[in-house]
């Protein structure tokens, strides 16, 4: 979410909060699982262009389970995913059902932010958008972990840019897609046309590009700390005089009503959702908004793109050429999934979408974090995963 938001937010609420946190705000991955009662595993892959990766299993009780494999969102982790409790978390509930269940992290996010010979602290680290998500995590991931469990298929799902990856990492790697059984695309995004709230107003904002270099560099965007991470959960947290702005920002973001997510979880969301990303990929989101259509990254000029592409303008994705059996689930109070946008998704995938769950008053977040998620969302997709075995 965008910094000067958190930083607003801190300002006006400090020395007004006397609530105190839940414990898993302060968690990370391994610790969440095992908070809920599971066993955690480490697993590292390294990319092909050297960024080193960290995965984490939800130990199964037996072998030979059916693989799952999850990706989180923009700006997010691994972290996203566990923070609705045993009872509400899709991760434990596809454990409780039978899966050996994988969660992925991309470049650059707090748990993946390394690399065989880059600083990260040089530009050059940070020189990556969802494109190498797509063509060159991706694989690397999906194929160490089908090392690991020794299959040969795995189910996919993602939320957000997990989905984005997907549909261009899926369309362009066929040896890729014929390791995905099936891909449930949770708040997809490809063509991000008719995006409403604070991100559309940001993308438009005239020489945009320009203020984000100018306030992060080719580098970092939304740099995690811990501390501040802390600071704004605490003023989030259910008795907090402050816990209005926190739901008001959400809203921006997301979609204007978050009746559904549990507000005396606020906290937990709160200290695990900025968990960084590279400037340039915030600013390929902005391109996708502004140019209406599913691109390469564009370098400003002619001359720039014809350095990288050897054509005046960034080539677009066809992921019309997905072949994987997909499933989308998607929301009509979502302000960065628009249905508008969603119905260009379903057209252009005509020939592999199985299934579409359409939930009137999902917002972007509600996958994640609603109260209903498990019986809206979960139950009937694990039905479709059983399906496939």
């Known amino acids: 979410m965008p910094a000067f938001l958190d930083l607003l937010i801190v300002l006006v609420s400090y020395g007004f909060t006397v609530s105190s946190l839940h414990p898993e705000a302060s968690m990370n991955s391994t610790q969440l699982i095992t908070y809920n009662g599971y066993t955690p595993e480490r697993h590292f892959v390294t990319t092909n262009d050297g960024y080193i990766l960290q995965m984490f299993r939800i130990k199964p009780e037996s072998d030979n389970r059916p693989v799952v494999f999850i990706q989180h969102g923009l700006s997010g982790s691994s972290d996203c995913w566990l923070l609705n409790g045993n009872w509400g978390s899709f991760p434990f509930i596809l454990t409780d059902a039978g899966f050996d269940v994988w969660l992925g992290n991309v470049r650059g996010n707090i748990y993946s932010m390394n690399h065989t010979t880059l600083p990260v602290k040089s530009h050059r680290f940070w020189n990556f958008t969802f494109e190498e998500m ?38 362009i790697n066929k040896t890729l897609a014929s390791k995905v059984k099936l891909f449930t695309a949770f708040a997809p995004i490809a063509r991000i046309s008719h995006v409403k709230g604070l991100l559309n107003y940001l993308a438009h904002m005239e020489l945009f590009d320009g203020l984000i270099y100018k306030l992060f560099g080719n580098h970092q965007f939304l740099a995690s700390s811990e501390v501040m991470d802390l600071l704004r959960a605490t003023i989030c947290t259910a008795d907090a005089i402050t816990r209005g702005l926190c739901e008001t920002k959400t809203s921006l973001i997301c979609g204007f009503d978050i009746s559904n997510i549990n507000k005396t979880r606020l906290d937990i969301w ?44 960034p ?41 579409i769950i359409f939930i009137d008053k999902y917002n972007h977040g509600d996958y994640l974090a609603g109260k209903d998620a498990p019986s809206l969302v979960y139950e009937p997709v694990m039905k479709l995963m059983k399906s496939y075995l």
Do not use: C
């Open 134 to 171: 797509a063509e060159r995590d991706l694989p690397a991931m999906i194929d160490r972990v089908l090392e690991v469990t020794k299959e040969e298929k795995l189910f996919y799902v993602g939320h957000s840019q997990g989905t984005e990856m997907a549909f261009i990492g899926l369309s």
């Open 270 to 313: 709160e200290a695990h959702y900025d968990q960084s990303t590279s400037t340039k990929n915030m600013i390929h989101f902005a391109q996708l908004i502004q140019q209406r259509r599913i691109q390469k990254f564009d370098y400003g000029s002619p001359a720039a793109n014809m350095v990288h592409y050897n054509q005046t303008t």
């Open 315 to 355: 080539p677009p994705y066809n992921i019309s050429t997905l072949t994987v059996p997909t499933v989308l689930v998607t929301g009509g109070n979502d302000w960065l999934g628009d249905p508008r946008d969603v119905s260009w998704l379903t057209e252009t995938l005509y020939k592999t979408i199985q299934k």
